[in-house]
């Protein structure tokens, strides 16, 4: 239950920050391929950057206590800033 909730949140959050939605990756060649990911942002990322947000709760909860959300939310922010378009 734990990585649907944490999943969730990941997602919702990078969703709202960079104006992204929700969606099935249908992009064959993606290590994403088949998955629910947050992707297609109109904020200034990658045209293709996207996050397997439960990809993202699965290293959380992985994590040796005592987990800090907030690092996990600040590896994936500090990723899609290194994917600004320019």
Known sequence: MIL??????????????????WFVNDIQESRFFARYVVGKFIAPVRENAMIDTFDAAQAYADTAPPRVLDDKRKEIESELERSIAR
């Open 4 to 21: 649907v909730k944490v999943g969730y949140y990941i997602g919702d959050y990078f969703a709202q920050k960079y104006g992204g939605h």
